[in-house]
C-alpha cells in the first residue's frame, strides 16, 4: 500500500527566542526541517509540510529547497490534530497509509521510519504510534500499551503514579489509513487547559471504534530528541555530529581528538584522510583520499584534491585545491580560488579569485587577487596584485615560469609573459612582454654623515 508524509511543521517555537522560524534552524549543517525531508525523501514519493509562523517566508524557504513539497498552513496553532486537518487535500482522495510526524525531529532516522513503515504493513494495521525508551521518561506521554495492543497515551500531568512508571513514551510518529483521518479528525475534541485538539486523542477514537491499532518500538531514542530551545538545539547538533565523525572513522577516515572537530553532514572525506583536532569543516566539502588537516584549519564548501596538506590555522571557502597541494600555515584562501596539482600557498597568503596553475609556489606574505598564473611561476614574499583602484577591481595575468621578486606591488590591469622577471621591490604599472626584466625602483642614494650633518646626532662608526 502507497505511503505519503505528512510534517507537523507549525508550532510557535517561541522558546528559540528568535525571529528565524525553529525549524529552519540548523543541526550539524542543515536545517532541522530539511534533515526530516532528506530522511523522508526514500521512503515517501509525496510529502507535505504543514507550516505556521511568518508562513510566506517559511514557504518560500522551503519550496526552494523542495519545490516538489506541498505546503500548507495552519493559521491559528490549535493542536497538532488541527493541523492535520489543515492538510485534508493532501490525503482526502487518497487510498493509502498517511505517515504523521514532526518537524522537529532532525535525528530520526530512515532506519528507524523503514522498519515502522515495513512492519506496519506488513500487519495491516490502521494506526501505528512509533515509540521508544528514554533513560528518563519524564515530561513524554506515556503509551499504555499491553503487548503492542495500544491502550491510551497519558500525558506525564494527567498520569497516575503506576503510568509515571512506564518507560515506553510517545514519539510523535504515527501511521493512518487516510480514510480514517478524514473520517475521524473530526471527532477530536479540545477538553483541555489549552483547548487545543490534539492528534494524540486518535489512536484512542480509532481503537474504541474496533479498529487496529499497535504500538511499535523504535531501538535508538537519540532518534527522538526534539529541540525546543537553543540547549537543546545545541544538544542535538552535537548527537549529529557525533554520529557523522563516527561513520567517517568507521570508512578509514582518521579524527585526532574528535571532541573538538567539527564535520558537517553534508561534508564528504574520503578513506586514508587524517584529520587533526581542532578543525571545522562546513558545507558543501568534498575531501579527497590522503590528505591531512593539521589543527586550526577551518574549511567551507570547498573541493580539495587527493594527498593535500592543509597546514595549520588555514582557511579555505568557496575554493577548488587540486592534488598535492600544501596550503599554510595560516594561509587564507577566499572565494573563486582554484589552485591546479602541485601548487604551494605557504604561511600569510591570501588569495581571491586567484586561479594557480600546476607547480605555482607563492610561500609567504602576499596577496594575489583577480589573478591568473601560469605553471611553474614563483611569487616573492610580500607580492601584491593591486586589484582595486577605488571604483572597479582589474585582473592581473601572469605567465608560466615567471619570477616575481620580493615585496612586488603588480598595479592591475597587468599583464605578465611567460619566462619573465620583476624585480625585487618594484612597483609594475605597465605590461611586462615574455623572456623581459621588469624592475621599477629608484636608484639608491647614500649620503654619508647625514644623520649627524641634519639632526646633530652622535653617530657611532666602527
Known amino acids: 500500500?502507497?505511503?505519503?508524509?505528512?510534517?507537523?511543521?507549525?508550532?510557535?517555537?517561541?522558546?528559540?527566542?528568535?525571529?528565524?522560524?525553529?525549524?529552519?534552524?540548523?543541526?550539524?549543517?542543515?536545517?532541522?526541517?530539511?534533515?526530516?525531508?532528506?530522511?523522508?525523501?526514500?521512503?515517501?514519493?509525496?510529502?507535505?509540510?504543514?507550516?505556521?509562523?511568518?508562513?510566506?517566508?517559511?514557504?518560500?524557504?522551503?519550496?526552494?529547497?523542495?519545490?516538489?513539497?506541498?505546503v500548507f498552513?495552519?493559521?491559528?496553532?490549535?493542536?497538532?490534530?488541527?493541523?492535520?486537518?489543515?492538510?485534508?487535500?493532501?490525503?482526502?482522495?487518497f487510498d493509502g497509509y498517511v505517515l504523521v510526524l514532526p518537524g522537529d525531529l532532525p535525528l530520526l532516522c530512515a532506519e528507524s521510519l523503514t522498519s515502522f513503515l515495513n512492519l506496519s504493513k506488513t500487519e495491516n494495521v490502521d494506526c501505528a504510534i512509533l515509540g521508544f525508551e528514554p533513560e528518563n521518561p519524564f515530561g513524554y506521554g506515556r503509551i499504555v500499551a499491553d503487548n503492542d495492543a495500544f491502550s491510551a497515551i497519558v500525558e506525564e500531568k494527567d498520569a497516575s503514579e503506576e503510568e509515571r512508571n512506564i518507560r515506553l513514551v510517545n514519539g510523535g510518529v504515527?501511521?493512518?489509513?487516510?480514510?480514517?483521518?478524514?473520517?475521524?479528525?473530526?471527532?477530536?475534541?479540545?477538553n483541555n487547559a489549552q483547548k487545543e485538539y490534539y492528534l494524540t486523542d486518535l489512536p484512542a477514537i480509532l481503537m474504541k471504534k474496533g479498529f487496529d491499532v499497535r504500538v511499535i518500538t523504535a531501538n535508538d531514542p537519540d532518534d527522538f530528541l526534539?529541540?525546543?530551545?537553543?540547549?537543546?538545539?545545541?544538544?542535538?547538533?552535537?548527537t549529529a555530529l557525533n554520529r557523522q565523525k563516527r561513520n567517517l572513522m568507521l570508512s578509514g577516515v582518521t579524527?585526532?581528538?574528535?571532541?573538538?572537530?567539527?564535520i558537517e553532514d553534508t561534508v564528504e572525506i574520503e578513506p586514508d584522510t587524517t584529520v587533526y583536532g581542532p578543525a571545522h569543516i562546513f558545507g558543501k566539502t568534498t575531501i579527497q583520499t590522503g590528505c591531512v588537516l593539521q589543527p586550526g584549519a577551518v574549511i567551507r564548501n570547498?573541493?580539495?584534491?587527493?594527498?593535500?596538506?592543509?597546514?595549520?590555522?588555514?582557511?579555505?571557502?568557496?575554493?577548488?585545491?587540486?592534488?598535492?597541494?600544501?596550503?599554510?600555515?595560516?594561509?587564507?584562501?577566499?572565494?573563486?580560488?582554484?589552485?591546479?596539482?602541485?601548487?604551494?600557498?605557504?604561511n600569510?597568503?591570501?588569495?581571491?579569485?586567484?586561479?594557480?596553475?600546476?607547480?605555482?609556489?607563492?610561500?609567504h606574505l602576499s596577496y594575489l587577487g583577480d589573478t591568473e598564473i601560469g605553471e611553474e611561476t614563483n611569487i616573492g614574499a610580500g607580492t601584491i596584485t593591486c586589484n582595486y583602484d577605488g571604483e572597479k577591481k582589474?585582473?592581473?595575468?601572469?605567465?608560466?615560469?615567471?619570477?616575481?621578486?620580493?615585496?612586488?606591488?603588480?598595479?592591475?590591469?597587468?599583464?605578465?609573459?611567460?619566462?619573465?622577471?620583476?624585480?625585487?621591490?618594484?612597483?609594475?604599472?605597465?605590461?611586462?612582454?615574455?623572456?623581459?626584466?621588469?624592475?621599477?625602483?629608484?636608484?639608491?642614494?647614500?649620503?654619508?654623515?647625514?644623520?649627524?650633518?641634519?639632526?646633530?646626532?652622535?653617530?657611532?662608526?666602527s
Not at 16 to 32: D, E, N, T, W, Y
Request: net charge positive.
Open 1 to 70: 500500500m502507497k505511503t505519503r508524509a505528512l510534517i507537523l511543521a507549525a508550532g510557535e517555537g517561541t522558546r528559540m527566542r528568535s525571529q528565524l522560524p525553529k525549524v529552519f534552524h540548523k543541526v550539524a549543517g542543515i536545517p532541522i526541517l530539511f534533515r526530516v525531508l532528506q530522511t523522508l525523501a526514500p521512503l515517501s514519493q509525496q510529502i507535505a509540510v504543514v507550516l505556521g509562523r511568518d508562513f510566506e517566508q517559511s514557504a518560500t524557504m522551503l519550496r526552494s529547497a523542495y519545490p516538489e513539497t506541498s
Open 73 to 93: 498552513h495552519q493559521n491559528k496553532r490549535m493542536g497538532t490534530g488541527h493541523a492535520v486537518s489543515c492538510a485534508l487535500s493532501f490525503y482526502k482522495d
Open 174 to 190: 504515527y501511521i493512518f489509513r487516510a480514510r480514517h483521518l478524514v473520517e475521524f479528525l473530526p471527532a477530536i475534541e479540545n
Open 226 to 238: 526534539g529541540v525546543n530551545n537553543r540547549e537543546q538545539l545545541a544538544f542535538a547538533d552535537t
Open 255 to 262: 579524527i585526532l581528538n574528535p571532541e573538538s572537530v567539527r
Open 302 to 346: 570547498a573541493i580539495i584534491g587527493k594527498n593535500c596538506e592543509v597546514k595549520p590555522y588555514s582557511i579555505i571557502t568557496e575554493s577548488t585545491i587540486g592534488s598535492g597541494c600544501t596550503i599554510g600555515p595560516m594561509a587564507h584562501l577566499r572565494p573563486g580560488t582554484v589552485l591546479n596539482a602541485g601548487v604551494k600557498v605557504g
Open 348 to 363: 600569510f597568503v591570501e588569495t581571491k579569485k586567484a586561479i594557480l596553475h600546476p607547480g605555482v609556489k607563492a610561500s
Open 394 to 461: 582589474h585582473r592581473t595575468e601572469i605567465g608560466k615560469r615567471v619570477f616575481i621578486g620580493s615585496d612586488s606591488q603588480l598595479v592591475a590591469p597587468l599583464s605578465i609573459g611567460d619566462d619573465a622577471y620583476v624585480g625585487a621591490g618594484s612597483t609594475i604599472t605597465k605590461d611586462v612582454p615574455p623572456c623581459s626584466l621588469a624592475i621599477s625602483r629608484a636608484r639608491q642614494t647614500t649620503i654619508p654623515d647625514w644623520a649627524k650633518k641634519k639632526k646633530g646626532k652622535k653617530c657611532n662608526q
